[in-house]
């Protein structure tokens, strides 16, 4: 019989929202769908459904011709479906093999669990993907990536038909992306159906087969990942032509003095970190994952010790023990891990943008300034177009691009001078269209004679928006690159080569 999925009509809401207005579409066996459209379009909820997770209102889920209900994520599994999510799934106390086998433990016949047959059939599945993994290995102790091919090994082993993964490489390194793609590849060869959501246009067009197009809440257009063109995808999500993001960008021309300047700066993780950030001007850091660029920003902040090296702002020579430190000067950051770090979840969308201000904007009272702290909250939704039906929604209840708008909302208050600003992956999980807008600001702040770190592993961005790039590689600043001469060749050479080159760029 052919294997395929369809959704028919599918329809959920939330309160004032509706975010699936009657979805339709169909998968095939052995393709790759993309599933594709702005920050709160509905991907994430269309999966939710699929998976048990939520109930839908109306429509329903086919699968080979049989209409499905799921009443519980255990239905959905067991029904042969499965949802990788970016963030951690495993329980990281126990295994690997425990937990493919979670929920379903081989027994021998006097009732033990039998440990021998769930290793070796855990090693089965690493031998068939060539992982490096380790059936005991402790979950725990793993990579995200590596946690993420525990999750796929799972479904692998409960035999799931359906799998689906939603923005899975966000946290990924690239060779890590190369990896799981290779999986991907080997599912797909297997006959499985396989729906892909991710902002990432390239990995859409390295990966898919057919894409659908979500514009909210309703599926709006069908492509052919094969034969579609980049600008053809991006008008269907956004309604309209965006063109070439970087060029068309308003920047900087004028920098000012050395605004920040650090010298010889050391942590734990990295050493010897001299770089200069000019008043109004947009630095990038580059360099693959794990190469230092958090950790650098980190120590900047007050957030990791200092083991070597000075930092001066303005000329001064500062120390800052706590980021509270750093916040009191004018360093501002955004981290890159938004529920870790950033965002209170079950707060409120005006709550977790107020977070920096609350003390001026109390200005000495007790009392809170509720209407200011509403304007300051109403400007940032304007501002980064976030995507809510009030200032009063809580963040958990927001898409993931919508909560990545609100951590960077935080930063548009004129109740905050900022100095410096500090932005570590902030376009992670946002749309295209939003991404554009996003870039604008920053110029815009930079205008305003701000200086900007901006981190991203994605170089086409890293190079249209920086002024000047510092490439890492192993805790080190391995060279610094002028906008006008730095390519991704150039880039990726500096990321991955053993000698030094400091030469290049005015601020060494
Ligand atoms: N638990 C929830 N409670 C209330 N509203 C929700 C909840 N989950 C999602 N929504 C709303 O439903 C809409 C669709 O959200 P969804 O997470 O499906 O978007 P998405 O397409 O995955 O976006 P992104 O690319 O940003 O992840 C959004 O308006 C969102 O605010
Ligand atoms: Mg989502």
Request: hydrophobic letters at 40%; a negative charge; glycine letters at 8%.
């Amino acid at each position: 019989m052919e294997k395929y999925l369809e959704f028919k009509n599918v329809k959920k809401s939330f309160p004032g929202v509706m975010a699936l207005k009657g979805v339709s579409f169909r998968a095939d066996a052995g393709r790759v769908m993309a599933l594709l459209g702005e920050n709160g379009a509905g991907k994430s909820t269309l999966l939710k459904v699929m998976s048990g997770d939520l109930q839908p209102e109306e429509g329903e889920i086919i699968i080979s011709g049989e209409s499905k209900k799921f009443a519980s994520p255990r239905d959905a599994i067991d029904t042969g479906i499965s949802v990788i999510y970016q963030e951690r799934q495993s329980v990281p106390e126990l295994s690997v093999m425990e937990n493919v086998f979670s929920g379903d433990l081989p027994l021998t016949k006097l009732g033990f669990i039998d440990k021998k047959k769930m290793r070796e059939e855990t090693q089965k599945i690493i031998d068939k993907f060539d992982l490096p993994i380790h059936p005991s290995d402790k979950v725990g102790m793993l990579s995200v990536a590596h946690q993420q091919m525990v999750e796929i090994m799972k479904s692998y082993r409960r035999n799931s038909e359906i799998i689906a993964f939603d923005e899975p490489t966000s946290s990924l390194a690239d060779h890590e992306v190369v990896k799981l793609f290779e999986l991907i590849r080997e599912l797909k060869k297997e006959g499985k159906i396989i729906l892909y959501v991710s902002h990432r246009m390239a990995e859409i067009f390295e990966i898919c087969d057919d894409i659908v197009v979500f514009k909210d809440g309703a599926h709006v257009k069908d492509f052919d990942a094969h034969s579609v063109k980049e600008d053809e995808l991006i008008s269907a999500m956004v309604g309209r032509d965006i063109g070439d993001v970087f060029s068309t960008l308003s920047r900087n021309t004028k920098f000012g003095d050395v605004l920040l300047e650090a010298k010889g700066m050391g942590s734990s993780k990295i050493h010897n970190i001299s770089f200069q950030l000019r008043a109004g001007e947009v630095i990038g850091f580059a360099g693959l994952v794990g190469a230092g660029r958090t950790e650098t920003v980190r120590a900047l902040f007050g957030a990791d010790k200092l083991t070597e090296g000075e930092i001066y702002l303005e000329g001064k020579k500062v120390i800052f023990k706590s980021p509270a430190d750093a916040i009191r000067e004018g360093i501002a950051f955004c981290p890159e891990d938004r529920k870790a770090q950033g965002l209170i979840l079950h707060s409120t969308v005006r709550e977790n943008i107020s977070v920096p201000v609350l003390k001026k904007i109390r200005g000495g009272s007790v009392f809170l300034n509720r209407a200011e702290e509403k304007k300051l909250a109403d400007t940032a939704v304007e501002k980064y177009s976030i995507k809510t039906p009030t200032i009063e929604k809580k963040c958990v209840e927001l898409s993931g691009g919508n909560q990545q708008k609100v951590i960077l909302g935080r930063w548009t208050s004129e109740k905050m001078p900022v100095k410096v600003l500090i932005l570590d992956e902030p376009t992670k999980g946002i749309d295209v269209g939003t991404k554009a807008e996003i870039y604008q600001t920053i110029c815009n702040f930079a205008k305003e004679g701000i200086g900007i770190i901006f981190i991203s592993s994605e170089l086409p961005e890293v190079l249209g928006i920086s002024d000047r790039l510092y490439v890492m590689r192993e805790g080190h600043i391995t060279g610094c690159l002028d906008r006008n001469e730095a390519t991704e060749e150039s880039i990726l050479t500096l990321a991955m080569s053993d000698t030094d080159n400091q030469n290049g760029g005015e601020g060494k």
